[in-house]
């Protein structure tokens, strides 16, 4: 195990950092478990640059050793109100769990997990960090622990690195946590949530408190029973 | 099954389109099936842009519905030969299955996957073909059948519409076959192989014949009794 071979190291992972609650909390984790932390980042044409701009904040405040922003093509693939001229819905049901909402980017995880891959198998690094979640989830199938388990196989298969015995790990220390819980962690880690990004339809700086996003971010502050240092309109 | 329930529709694919001699051949086998062909091609910083321009007249020559040219960014990971100034080996053994060349791009197959994955699901297509090759390979492990499975199953735990049992299924026709016996089949299938590009090392228009690529290509048409329509110097 290359841990164990270099102990005066600390071991490298590479964190997926989108600027939100849930991939910030993910960071200050890794940090907390004496990674050297490598954050990526991607231009996808998502409607929210700010988002990019508050992930460069966050990896700066956090220390990171690297960040990275890739650019992906996700708009020219369509298909989300997120990438595309697609109306965010307000008020939507969040615990109606069959329906899979028009926020879902197709296969948003498996592409930002592959290049994480990639990077990862050039800094020879075994462990990736995504903040995925499957309690307070907005019911995106890229978001369970059958769907990590299954990237995680095909990503020790379909790699150099894999194929050489140093398996990868995709850690996603909040897969089983409420929204209310991960936050309470967060202000345990320090994590300074002023700078993180939640809304999927905000007006300039503050965030509409309508959509899915919105929603999960305010009743996970009502639980743990904290304010949540982002403005709303 | 949306093939049976849209009978008079030619059922959609994403075909992967690289421009060389296997993705072609690929192409022609997706057409002979009756796929309606959706072809995708990556600018990924490699170092042979015209592999794309010869991408470009192979989706026109076969009648692709649209071809789509996604932008990664895989020159910002790094390490490789294909996408790095780092020398192209010449005259390496290729019967050495133990040492993944230096031309292995670090996860390639996975994120290219990812975004066929991503476009299939927009399209509403349930088949992705790639001409990945397990025989004369040049020692990938994301060319593996076993790769080809484990990616399968992440692809329908991880979308929309794998979730709602529109199964995604990766089309391998070329994973068994030796490279003599893909050009034989392409011959069959009326490929025009002078459009297609291998070469990992040209000069201008001509490949230099000494790369893993252009010795696996060469000997392939010696095997398959026929004339390499490509130049080289």
Redesign the interface.
């Known amino acids: 195990m290359s841990r164990q071979q270099n102990e005066k190291l600390a071991p490298k992972a590479v964190i997926l950092l989108s600027g939100g609650l849930d991939s910030t909390t993910t960071l200050a984790v890794a940090r907390s478990q004496g990674f050297e932390c490598y954050c990526l980042s991607f231009n996808y044409g998502q409607r929210l640059q700010q988002e990019l701009e508050k992930a460069k904040i966050i990896a700066k405040l956090a220390g990171a050793s690297r960040h990275?922003i890739?650019?992906?093509?996700?708009n020219?693939?369509?298909?989300s109100a997120l990438t595309d001229n697609i109306e965010v819905p307000k008020g939507r049901d969040l615990d109606n769990h069959d329906e899979?909402p028009i926020t879902?980017?197709?296969?948003?995880?498996?592409?930002f997990l592959?290049?994480a891959?990639?990077?990862a198998?050039?800094l020879e690094a075994n462990d990736i960090f995504i903040g995925v979640n499957a309690v307070d989830y907005s019911g995106y199938?890229?978001c369970?622990p059958?769907?990590i388990k299954?990237?995680t196989?095909?990503?020790n298969?379909?790699?150099?690195r894999?194929?050489a015995d140093q398996q990868f790990k995709i850690n996603t220390p909040l897969i089983s946590m409420t929204k209310g819980e991960i936050i309470k962690l967060g202000f345990e880690l320090d994590v300074d949530y002023s700078q993180t990004h939640s809304c999927y339809d905000p007006a300039g700086q503050l965030a509409c408190g309508k959509c899915d996003a919105c929603l999960l971010r305010l009743q996970g502050f009502a639980d743990a029973g904290v304010t949540d240092p982002v403005k709303y309109k």
Chains 1, 2 share one sequence.
């Open positions: 990275l890739l650019n992906v093509d996700l020219k693939i369509g298909g899979i879902y980017v197709p296969a948003r995880n498996t592409i592959s290049h891959l990639a990077w198998e050039v199938p890229d369970r059958e769907f299954a990237f196989k095909m990503a298969l379909g790699t150099k894999g194929d």
